[in-house]
């Protein structure tokens, strides 16, 4: 078995087994409305072992190019949140013109010395996030300083080692990706789906041909609230103690498929049940982007909406509607309050909407509630997928295990 205090393993600085690393630039940098080939990473790009590079910013060539003046990021450079969150880690896995907003650190490991994954478990493994958050410090805000980045230490083996342990990783980490393209296949597939069928109107039953109204004998137009209702705030911690917690922070940012749930016992303010196929929707404006349809019964806060179909044909219909773009931004205008506004759930119920039959809801919901029901699953796994990488990481990087042992229960 290895061991971390073996004649194989090293306790070294990030810093010296890297070819370069660079804080961000710290002021923001002037974005454009339009989309461009240059993409600004924020901190709520970088989550748990990647880097989003869709949901971004866009800047000119001319910003991109002074942003990245003293290094380019590029594929395999690992990037540290040093403020809101703290301890954030991912690394770029795509060859996209993207540089680092406020907040981020950027390491990029000397290939001869330090396996890019190896540094990326590392940094999410307990060693150094307890001397991230050591060094964190900040009254209102925890963040860490420039000159603490020096300061992190880790058990470093031989490269050989350190690419077999980040290999067996890896694995499960590629698996939750190609689960994650499928789950955003089968999301466009359902939302191609509903605009085909409601938006221009061409559903069995009307010969495939567009139509200019959706007042069709079998699709009326009325509001959201024809279609679910607002599940009001109802909690009993007797009844209700174990189910799992959905909240903002446990809500992923545009997917209708959750990611991790939490404990209820991590929700301080008033709670409302949600039942499996209820379709969860963010109510501040700033996490109106946060819709996921809800795969098992559950719990959540006053600033999510819980949105019950009237009928268990309207489940797929509803949380595609919900999700839509023109249903965010319509929310998003709607929205009141000055701090931090909100969308009221009256309010929302006024949303337009389409109301199909009881026959055309049914029909939709057996075309696209497999979809959903798929990615649920795939969520799901992606969960089981984290959980298990993450009982081996600490494992792994502390010599408690054997490679081979890891490569045995990896197999199971």
């Not at 002074?66 to 403020?83: A, F, M, Y």
């Not at 013109?97 to 650190?105: E, I, P, S």
């Not at 809500?251 to 209820?264: E, K, R, W």
């Not at 798929?374 to 796994?381: A, P, T, V």
């Amino acid at each position: 078995m290895m061991s971390a205090n073996s004649t194989d393993w090293q306790r070294l600085p990030i810093v010296s087994l890297c070819e370069a690393h660079v804080d961000c630039v710290n002021r923001t940098a002037p974005v454009v409305n339009e989309p461009t080939p240059f993409k600004m990473l924020r901190t709520t790009n970088v989550r748990n072992g990647y880097v989003d590079s869709e949901n971004v910013r866009y800047v000119t060539e001319e910003t991109y190019r002074k942003w990245t003046r003293r290094l380019v990021p590029r594929r395999g450079d690992v990037i540290l949140t040093r403020e809101a969150p703290l301890g954030d880690v991912g690394k770029i896995r795509t060859d996209d013109a993207v540089f680092l907003g406020q907040r981020l650190y950027h390491f990029r490991p000397d290939p001869k010395k330090l396996d890019a994954d190896f540094l990326l478990y590392s940094l999410l493994g307990d060693d150094l996030q307890s001397q991230i958050k050591g060094f964190g410090s900040g009254s209102t805000v925890e963040h860490m300083r420039l000159e603490d980045i020096p300061n992190l230490e880790f058990n470093v083996p031989t490269l050989p080692v350190q690419q077999r342990i980040a290999g067996i990783l890896s694995a499960y980490d590629e698996l939750i990706e190609n689960n994650r393209r499928r789950i955003r296949i089968l999301e466009e597939m359902a939302r191609n789906l509903y605009r085909e069928w409601f938006v221009h109107f061409r559903y069995p039953g009307t010969n495939m041909k567009p139509a200019t109204t959706g007042k069709l004998l079998d699709c009326a137009t009325g509001t959201l609230g024809d279609l679910c209702d607002l599940t009001k705030i109802s909690y009993d911690d007797a009844q209700h103690s174990e189910l799992p917690l959905l909240d903002l922070a446990h809500i992923p940012s545009n997917t209708l498929a959750p990611q991790d749930a939490g404990n209820p016992s991590e929700l301080s303010t008033s709670r409302i049940v949600f039942k499996k196929g209820d379709t969860l929707f963010g109510a501040i404006r700033c996490y109106l982007h946060k819709v996921v349809i809800a795969p098992y019964p559950g719990v959540t806060n006053v600033s999510v909406l819980v949105l019950h179909p009237k009928r268990p044909e309207f489940r797929a219909l509803l949380a595609v509607l919900a999700s839509s773009p023109d249903t965010i931004r319509w929310a998003d205008q709607h929205s009141t309050g000055t701090k931090m506004p909100v969308i009221n759930g009256n309010v929302f119920k006024t949303l337009t909407a389409p109301v199909p039959s009881p026959t055309l809801a049914a029909s939709f919901e057996r075309a696209a509630g497999p979809m959903l029901d798929e990615l649920c699953l795939l969520s799901i796994k992606n969960q089981n997928l984290r959980c298990t990488r993450d009982l081996l990481l600490p494992r792994l990087l502390s010599g408690q295990i054997s490679l081979s042992d890891a490569v045995a229960e990896a197999i199971q």
